[in-house]
């Protein structure tokens, strides 16, 4: 199987929590946790940090991973991605959140493979069965439905699908938000305008699916957490130092 290169969009400030991506409680940078965890997938032959913040870039560089500037106009970071996949010599590029230190790279591995899967497919994601602790009513919880052939129908952050006749008992799946795509489609989405249910729902997948293309969805069990908050921040530091500390017992 090809191998894919991630790709990490990062930008300095953050309304919750400027300047996230270069905060080092730890002794590394945020960022650069990211990086460390998506170069152990065993389908990632490269790691590749592209911002338009020159401090990202160079503790990118003093890291040892390849930094690559962009424009900072840009919108999302898929759009990001996007300009310099013309430039990039493989078949699948993944999209690796720069705020998420802990993410598995065994989920990283499963998106690339449902995607290589799904030759008729330009996207693929990841998707977890909600547990009891999720709540299907919280709009920060993306959900998804699938069809039997293994493709996203659709996206939603209301609780879908609904359950029309009483008990609400239906297993239901949230959205993991790694991306994985086929390189020659970046460029096709970064000219797709924007849709009806993307800007209603505020989720950019819905541009895809609303054009015509398709989403490979593999279901897999995921736990890691995002950082948005300095308090989500001290959080991970005090679960990396304790197993720092485990290690060394």
Not at 24 to 52: E, F, M, N, W, Y
Request: glycine letters at 4%; one cysteine or more.
């Amino acid at each position: 199987m090809p191998g894919a290169i991630a790709v990490i969009p990062a930008r300095l400030e953050s309304s919750r929590f400027p300047r996230k991506a270069l905060a080092d409680t730890t002794g590394l940078p945020l960022i650069i946790h990211v990086a460390r965890q998506a170069a152990k997938a065993t389908h990632v032959q490269h790691v590749i940090i592209v911002s338009d913040a020159e401090e990202i870039l160079q503790s990118a560089r003093d890291h040892g991973f390849e930094a690559r500037a962009t424009r900072a106009d840009h919108l999302n970071g898929t759009t990001r991605i996007a300009e310099i996949a013309p430039d990039l010599d493989c078949e699948l590029l993944v999209n690796v959140q720069a705020d998420e230190p802990e993410i598995d790279p065994i989920i990283i591995d499963a998106a690339i493979e449902t995607l290589q899967s799904h030759p008729e497919c330009q996207v693929g994601t990841i998707a977890s069965w909600m547990t009891p602790e999720d709540d299907p009513q919280d709009p920060n919880l993306v959900k998804v439905v699938m069809n039997q052939a293994g493709e996203a129908l659709y996206f939603s952050r209301a609780s879908i699908p609904h359950q029309r006749d009483g008990d609400d008992d239906t297993p239901r799946l949230k959205h993991v938000g790694l991306y994985v795509y086929r390189r020659d489609f970046l460029p096709v989405y970064a000219d797709l305008p924007a849709t009806r249910a993307e800007e209603a729902e505020k989720l950019e997948q819905l541009r895809i699916l609303e054009h015509g293309y398709r989403i490979a969805v593999a279901i897999r069990e995921s736990n890691h957490q995002g950082i948005d908050t300095p308090a989500q921040y001290e959080a991970f530091v005090a679960r990396q130092l304790a197993g720092d500390a485990g290690s060394q017992d």
